[in-house]
């Protein structure tokens, strides 16, 4: 009898393993979940392309989006005027004739490629830790106000899901042309981090 129970006890994990392989292969979750209906992909799908088909109804200008920074609370993190703040740099340096967009410093609204990538992004992520609390005309009068202190639009210009996509970006078509890259060469020249 010991024998025997010696055996099974050799081909019990080898059972084991392979009754858990088989129940890792059975649909356990079948029944739990739903398809989303089409509102809801529509509520998720809040990203804004290059040719702002996506951007909501609204508008707002640099001055009322001056306001509003202050309003918001903007200025506690990135500082009175875009700078000097806790957070990320908001205004890049003065525009000069021969002076590269890259050296303008690392600010979204000068590096962005697109101005309604600077509108997405105010969009979805501010004000920290409030997300999405911003309506359409706040975040259109906060990107206008953030393209006038970097000198891409003046401070009369309002912007709109029309006149957004045809804002001229400061970095023009710089971001898309990279030089050939093969492996062991060095950094790109001029890259900054």
């Given at each position: 009898m010991g024998a025997c129970t010696m055996g099974t006890l050799r081909v019990l994990p080898f059972v084991?393993?392979?009754?858990?392989?088989?129940?890792?292969?059975?649909?356990?979750?079948?029944?739990?979940?739903?398809?989303?209906s089409p509102e809801e992909i529509r509520a998720w799908d809040i990203s804004i392309g290059p040719t702002g088909s996506e951007l909501p109804p609204g508008r707002g200008s640099a001055k009322e989006g001056a306001t509003l920074y202050v309003q918001k609370g903007c200025a506690g993190c990135h500082g009175k005027m875009g700078?000097?703040?806790?957070?990320?740099?908001?205004?890049?340096?003065?525009?000069?004739?021969?002076?590269?967009?890259?050296?303008?410093?690392r600010v979204l609204p000068v590096r962005a490629p697109y101005a309604t990538t600077v509108w997405d992004y105010i969009n979805r992520a501010m004000p920290l830790n409030r997300e999405g609390t911003l309506t359409a005309d706040e975040?259109?009068?906060?990107?206008?106000?953030?393209?006038?202190?970097?000198?891409?639009?003046?401070?009369?210009e309002v912007l709109d899901a029309q006149s957004l996509p045809k804002v001229k970006m400061p970095i023009g078509d710089e971001y898309a042309s990279l030089p050939e890259w093969k492996p062991k060469t060095?950094?790109?020249?001029g890259y900054p981090y």
């Open positions: 084991l393993l392979m009754g858990a392989s088989a129940l890792a292969q059975a649909p356990t979750y079948s029944g739990v979940g739903r398809t989303p700078t000097g703040g806790m957070a990320p740099v908001l205004k890049g340096k003065k525009a000069e004739p021969n002076l590269a967009t890259w050296d303008r410093g975040v259109y009068s906060l990107t206008a106000f953030l393209l006038h202190i970097n000198d891409v639009i003046p401070e009369d060095r950094r790109l020249r």
